[in-house]
């Protein structure tokens, strides 16, 4: 059973770092891209590609808004990728979700994280809030 479970969301001041985890079980991630994105609760249609990247190469998105703050990476032993933020700020207040796509579906990652198409599986979200 394919299976993406988020965790490391919670509440952070201005400024503070926190790290996200996406855990995959049921199937490896090789193949696939994995993608962050994130949402703010009662907004469903506003969901927004953070980051993505990509198993084949590492190749990596990162939206404008997080660039020079966040930082995707991977753990194959773990078949996990993580989403390390920092210098947060009360805009990135909102849930977080991983999901992932097969590379061989995707034409260009950062088409893939911006309309969120090829996502096949996601996870059930973290809650990230900022604030003090």
């Known amino acids: 059973q394919v299976q993406l479970v988020e965790s490391g969301g919670g509440l952070v001041q201005p400024g503070g770092s926190l790290r996200l985890s996406c855990a995959a079980s049921?199937?490896?991630?090789?193949?696939?891209?994995i993608g962050w994105f994130r949402q703010v609760p009662g907004k469903e249609r506003e969901r927004e590609g953070v980051?993505?990247?990509?198993?084949?190469?590492?190749?990596?998105y990162y939206a404008d808004s997080v660039k020079d703050r966040f930082t995707i990476s991977r753990d194959n032993a773990k078949n996990t990728v993580y989403l390390q933020m920092n210098s947060l700020k009360s805009e990135d207040t909102s849930a977080y979700y991983c999901?992932?796509?097969?590379?061989?579906?995707?034409?260009?990652?950062?088409?893939?994280?911006?309309?969120?198409?090829?996502?096949?599986?996601w996870g059930k979200g973290t809650l990230v809030t900022v604030s003090s």
């Open positions: 999901a992932v796509g097969e590379l061989s579906q995707i034409t260009a990652l950062q088409d893939t994280c911006v309309t969120q198409y090829g996502m096949d599986y």
């Open positions: 049921g199937f490896t991630l090789d193949g696939y891209a």
């Open positions: 980051s993505c990247i990509s198993s084949s190469d590492g190749t990596t």
